[in-house]
């Protein structure tokens, strides 16, 4: 008897053996995506932990104010003078300089802005050398090493020669990283991918001073604690030594965790892990849905065969091993095959994720836990799927269920509103067919929805970046597009040589001199790092647009940084912020009106109108100059002959950054495109599968129309016109899904990821046209597959099967 069972099954499973093998792929798409994207947390946690500390990423860094410098010794001096002392490990003087970097590709010659980073040999955020070679004491003044990032950006040669500042000739050796550059500071916010406009070039610390023409000073300070040390302890006595040195020094302490570099890694890790449990619970969603359905629909059409086991007198619990050995073996396939499609979707992550974050380190082993989550919910789902259908089978009379036979689906109320549709009854058929299985039908459209779903979720997370941008870019060029925007090494005196020389440059129309500094707002909800530029919006050549309240009479904030803070115009803030004074920068603080707000996508980027700066100083200063070209200038010409005047650190223009920002999309895009890849085969197995059950439930319908004369096109026709309405149901239901997951990823998911950038959720029509057109048809052209079986159908060999 065990071996009639064992054959019974094993012709069961030869007979269903491509329906077993779709169902158990469908299972296998779900699960394996969701032990793929949740192995890449693991992986980058992994890799970030290696990575910085193999550079000896620092604990704590004190940073003097822009355009602050102090004698060589003197941080050093003041922490080995402090009370923290003891708890300090090693600590190394730096000078970090901005500066114009140009230099020849492949393409051309390439001018951006940069930084230089200047440091004797430590222990303390060391350079990995990806190509070519580091430092070496016998190496000319000023020699380099170029961050790898930028120099993949433009395929430059491990070794060659850059332009700073416009006039220092320096000779790089070699392409490195250090771990405050594992992901580029991009105005106040870290974008993985967004290297071709930023370069970093280390070198040693007399190079940077060589390179400011800055002998003998520095302006920066890393330090390494014991393990055992009290951080914020520390970081409160080093701000109390600042604050009464003589005279004090305007200086940040700042610890690891403060580094964008560090947060964006360790943060993004996350948001990435809910963003993925949220695609990946779609995707098992969809995939369980439309397994339940085919598993149930197989298991109906066995019913009348466990009728006449039951009439026949055969126990319920071997009548139940045919059904839970097929299941079982759906269960066993869909684990084998899901790990399969986890290690292969493995394979383009890895290379994206590498290729977007080149860390020191990678490690990307299998991780075997999110597998075993997945592959558990892959053998419980056909089991459940299975026992459903099983369950109701073995409940009813053997009579009833002999009764349904291959006619597995039972009459549904909801079939006599089909009888109003005017037309031929054949041609009420197929939205008939639809209401009368309403259980079936609603899984069939929920597992395509959540296919749709993701799809539109996925492509209004990219229309969602892209509108962002197309914001940034707006409030950006202004009615000024052509400006070239030029940040000083420091606080100079309108009348100094270097800007006269600025404005007497070829080609320059006009000059704007302007004050640039970094402060801290302190409002209802907590405070926010803002730049703070000085603009008169009566003369300025630019302006932002003013969304709410005033131009004039305070501070003028992004609408992200006014809803952060809790302020609306009228409300104030407490500004903590820098004075301009014969000394130096010294701290100050100040109480600050609101007057409106500007829709710019960047929170920090904040202005105050010249009647309002007087506290930051006098108003005969500038740390930043847009210029204004002639009509005729060559804008390429006159960015290079700006560059290279003294005390210019760098000149952009107002697309840059936006430019910046939108190299990271074709990043994200190859790792959106991979899950939407395999969501348009979970959408096209489901339908598939659906589409040949059917047209096996139906076999008996089919043969007597065609037996009455009706054409094979005519018939697969129906089928297809069937499809159309449950995948149009499928596709209404998975939009409105995939509309709230943009929605819920733009304004729940990213402000954590990214809190400096405004997004706003939007999904264009492209997107909704795509998933209309894949969700419908989709379905409506799966019944093609069933094309040749119809076509070799022995219609009076299926019409003489008896009840």
């Given at each position: 008897?065990?071996?009639?069972?064992?054959?019974?099954?094993?012709?069961?499973?030869?007979?269903?053996?491509?329906?077993?093998?779709?169902?158990?792929?469908?299972?296998?798409?779900?699960?394996?995506?969701?032990?793929?994207?949740?192995?890449?947390?693991?992986?980058?946690?992994?890799?970030?932990?290696?990575?910085?500390?193999?550079?000896?990423?620092?604990?704590?860094?004190?940073?003097?104010?822009?355009?602050?410098?102090?004698?060589?010794?003197?941080?050093?001096?003041?922490?080995?003078?402090?009370?923290?002392?003891?708890?300090?490990?090693?600590?190394?003087?730096?000078?970090?300089?901005?500066?114009?970097?140009?230099?020849?590709?492949p393409g051309g010659e390439v001018l951006v802005p940069g930084r230089v980073v200047g440091a004797d040999p430590s222990d303390i955020d060391t350079v990995d050398i990806a190509f070519g070679r580091a430092l070496d004491p016998a190496d000319a003044v000023p020699t380099a090493v170029l961050e790898q990032k930028f120099a993949a950006a433009y395929d430059l040669p491990s070794s060659g020669d850059l332009r700073l500042r416009g006039e220092v000739e320096v000779?790089?050796?070699?392409?490195?990283?250090?771990?405050?550059?594992?992901?580029?500071?991009?105005?106040?916010?870290?974008?993985?991918?967004?290297?071709?406009?930023?370069?970093?070039?280390?070198?040693?610390?007399?190079?940077?001073?060589?390179?400011?023409?800055?002998?003998?000073?520095?302006n920066d300070l890393v330090l390494a604690l014991e393990p055992d040390a009290d951080r914020s302890a520390v970081v409160n006595d080093l701000a109390e030594s600042l604050a009464s040195a003589q005279p004090p020094i305007s200086a940040t302490v700042t610890t690891r965790d403060d580094v964008l570099a560090y947060q964006v890694l360790y943060d993004d890790i996350e948001g990435d892990q809910r963003f993925w449990t949220v695609i990946s619970a779609l995707m098992?969603?969809?995939?369980?849905?439309?397994?339940?359905?085919?598993?149930?629909?197989?298991?109906?059409?066995?019913?009348?065969?466990?009728?006449?086991?039951?009439?026949?007198?055969?126990?319920?619990?071997?009548?139940?091993?045919?059904?839970?050995?097929?299941?079982?073996?759906?269960?066993?396939?869909?684990?084998?095959?899901?790990?399969?499609?986890?290690?292969?979707?493995?394979?383009?992550?890895?290379?994206?994720?590498?290729?977007?974050?080149?860390?020191?380190?990678?490690?990307?082993?299998?991780?075997?836990?999110?597998?075993?989550?997945?592959?558990?919910i892959g053998v419980v789902v056909p089991l459940l799927a299975t026992a459903l259908p099983v369950r109701r089978a073995l409940r009813v009379q053997p009579v009833d269920a002999i009764r349904v036979g291959h006619l597995a689906a039972t009459g549904s109320g909801l079939s006599t509103a089909a009888l109003h549709i005017p037309g031929r009854s054949v041609a009420q058929m197929p939205v008939r067919n639809v209401l009368r299985t309403p259980r079936r039908t609603?899984?069939?459209?929920?597992?395509?929805?959540?296919?749709?779903?993701?799809?539109?979720?996925?492509?209004?997370?990219?229309?969602?970046?892209?509108?962002?941008?197309?914001?940034?870019?707006?409030?950006?060029?202004?009615?000024?597009?052509?400006?070239?925007?030029?940040?000083?090494?420091?606080?100079?005196?309108?009348?100094?040589?270097?800007?006269?020389?600025?404005?007497?440059?070829?080609?320059?129309?006009?000059?704007?001199?302007?004050?640039?500094?970094?402060?801290?707002?302190?409002?209802?909800?907590?405070?926010?790092?803002?730049?703070?530029?000085?603009?008169?919006?009566?003369?300025?050549?630019?302006?932002?647009?003013?969304?709410?309240?005033?131009?004039?009479?305070?501070?003028?904030?992004?609408?992200?940084?006014?809803?952060?803070?809790?302020?609306?115009?009228?409300?104030?803030?407490?500004?903590?912020?820098?004075?301009?004074?014969?000394?130096?920068?010294?701290?100050?603080?100040?109480?600050?009106?609101?007057?409106?707000?500007?829709?710019?996508?960047?929170?920090?980027?904040?202005?105050?109108?010249?009647?309002?700066?007087?506290?930051?100083?006098?108003?005969?200063?500038?740390?930043?100059?847009?210029?204004?070209?002639?009509?005729?200038?060559?804008?390429?010409?006159?960015?290079?002959?700006?560059?290279?005047?003294?005390?210019?650190?760098?000149?952009?223009?107002?697309?840059?950054?936006?430019?910046?920002?939108?190299?990271?999309?074709?990043?994200?895009?190859?790792?959106?495109?991979?899950?939407?890849?395999?969501?348009?085969?979970?959408?096209?197995?489901?339908?598939?599968?659906?589409?040949?059950?059917?047209?096996?439930?139906?076999?008996?319908?089919?043969?007597?129309?065609?037996?009455?004369?009706?054409?094979?096109?005519?018939?697969?026709?129906?089928?297809?016109?069937?499809?159309?309405?449950?995948?149009?149901?499928?596709?209404?239901?998975?939009?409105?899904?995939?509309?709230?997951?943009?929605?819920?990823?733009?304004?729940?998911?990213?402000?954590?990821?990214?809190?400096?950038?405004?997004?706003?959720?939007?999904?264009?029509?492209?997107?909704?046209?795509?998933?209309?057109?894949?969700?419908?048809?989709?379905?409506?052209?799966?019944?093609?597959?069933?094309?040749?079986?119809?076509?070799?159908?022995?219609?009076?060999?299926?019409?003489?099967?008896?009840?």
């Amino acid at each position: 008897m065990r071996a009639l069972w064992i054959r019974w099954v094993l012709r069961d499973l030869r007979h269903r053996w491509l329906l077993v093998t779709a169902i158990a792929l469908v299972l296998a798409l779900g699960t394996g995506t969701y032990a793929a994207l949740s192995s890449t947390s693991e992986w980058r946690t992994r890799s970030n932990d290696a990575s910085f500390a193999l550079l000896g990423m620092h604990d704590l860094k004190l940073t003097l104010t822009p355009g602050a410098y102090v004698p060589r010794g003197t941080l050093r001096g003041l922490v080995e003078d402090s009370a923290s002392a003891a708890v300090v490990a090693g600590m190394a003087e730096r000078l970090v300089v901005p500066t114009q970097v140009s230099v020849q590709s492949p393409g051309g010659e390439v001018l951006v802005p940069g930084r230089v980073v200047g440091a004797d040999p430590s222990d303390i955020d060391t350079v990995d050398i990806a190509f070519g070679r580091a430092l070496d004491p016998a190496d000319a003044v000023p020699t380099a090493v170029l961050e790898q990032k930028f120099a993949a950006a433009y395929d430059l040669p491990s070794s060659g020669d850059l332009r700073l500042r416009g006039e220092v000739e320096v000779g790089y050796v070699g392409l490195g990283v250090g771990p405050e550059e594992f992901v580029i500071d991009t105005g106040g916010i870290g974008l993985f991918g967004a290297d071709s406009g930023f370069a970093v070039v280390y070198t040693t610390l007399d190079g940077a001073q060589a390179v400011a023409s800055a002998p003998g000073v520095v302006n920066d300070l890393v330090l390494a604690l014991e393990p055992d040390a009290d951080r914020s302890a520390v970081v409160n006595d080093l701000a109390e030594s600042l604050a009464s040195a003589q005279p004090p020094i305007s200086a940040t302490v700042t610890t690891r965790d403060d580094v964008l570099a560090y947060q964006v890694l360790y943060d993004d890790i996350e948001g990435d892990q809910r963003f993925w449990t949220v695609i990946s619970a779609l995707m098992i969603a969809g995939a369980t849905l439309a397994a339940v359905n085919l598993i149930s629909r197989v298991m109906d059409g066995q019913r009348r065969e466990i009728g006449i086991g039951m009439a026949l007198g055969t126990p319920a619990r071997r009548l139940a091993i045919r059904p839970f050995a097929v299941a079982g073996a759906i269960a066993l396939l869909g684990v084998v095959l899901g790990l399969l499609v986890a290690a292969a979707l493995s394979v383009p992550l890895r290379g994206v994720y590498s290729g977007l974050l080149p860390l020191p380190v990678w490690h990307t082993p299998f991780v075997i836990e999110p597998f075993l989550v997945a592959a558990a919910i892959g053998v419980v789902v056909p089991l459940l799927a299975t026992a459903l259908p099983v369950r109701r089978a073995l409940r009813v009379q053997p009579v009833d269920a002999i009764r349904v036979g291959h006619l597995a689906a039972t009459g549904s109320g909801l079939s006599t509103a089909a009888l109003h549709i005017p037309g031929r009854s054949v041609a009420q058929m197929p939205v008939r067919n639809v209401l009368r299985t309403p259980r079936r039908t609603l899984l069939t459209a929920l597992g395509i929805a959540a296919a749709v779903g993701l799809m539109v979720g996925l492509g209004g997370m990219l229309d969602s970046l892209h509108a962002t941008l197309d914001i940034g870019e707006r409030e950006s060029v202004g009615g000024a597009p052509d400006r070239l925007m030029v940040s000083l090494d420091g606080v100079y005196s309108r009348s100094d040589p270097s800007l006269a020389q600025i404005a007497a440059a070829p080609g320059v129309a006009s000059v704007a001199p302007a004050l640039r500094v970094p402060t801290t707002a302190e409002g209802p909800r907590g405070s926010v790092e803002l730049v703070v530029e000085v603009l008169d919006p009566q003369t300025a050549p630019w302006r932002p647009t003013v969304s709410t309240g005033e131009a004039t009479g305070g501070l003028l904030l992004t609408e992200l940084a006014a809803s952060d803070l809790g302020v609306v115009p009228g409300d104030t803030v407490q500004l903590e912020h820098p004075v301009v004074t014969a000394q130096g920068l010294q701290p100050g603080s100040s109480e600050v009106v609101v007057a409106g707000t500007h829709p710019y996508p960047l929170r920090p980027i904040a202005f105050l109108d010249p009647d309002s700066a007087t506290i930051l100083g006098p108003s005969s200063v500038a740390t930043t100059v847009t210029v204004m070209p002639e009509p005729s200038a060559d804008l390429a010409d006159l960015r290079r002959a700006v560059a290279a005047v003294p005390g210019v650190s760098a000149v952009t223009t107002p697309t840059d950054l936006v430019d910046q920002m939108s190299d990271p999309l074709d990043m994200l895009t190859g790792v959106l495109g991979v899950i939407a890849v395999v969501t348009l085969v979970l959408a096209l197995l489901i339908a598939i599968n659906a589409a040949s059950i059917t047209a096996e439930e139906r076999r008996r319908e089919h043969a007597t129309m065609l037996a009455f004369g009706l054409s094979h096109r005519f018939v697969l026709g129906l089928s297809m016109a069937e499809g159309a309405v449950i995948g149009a149901l499928g596709t209404a239901i998975g939009t409105a899904l995939g509309v709230l997951l943009t929605r819920l990823m733009v304004y729940g998911q990213l402000p954590q990821t990214l809190p400096e950038v405004a997004m706003t959720a939007t999904v264009s029509p492209g997107t909704i046209v795509l998933a209309v057109a894949v969700g419908t048809a989709a379905v409506a052209l799966a019944p093609l597959v069933t094309a040749r079986r119809l076509a070799r159908m022995d219609v009076t060999g299926t019409l003489r099967l008896v009840e």
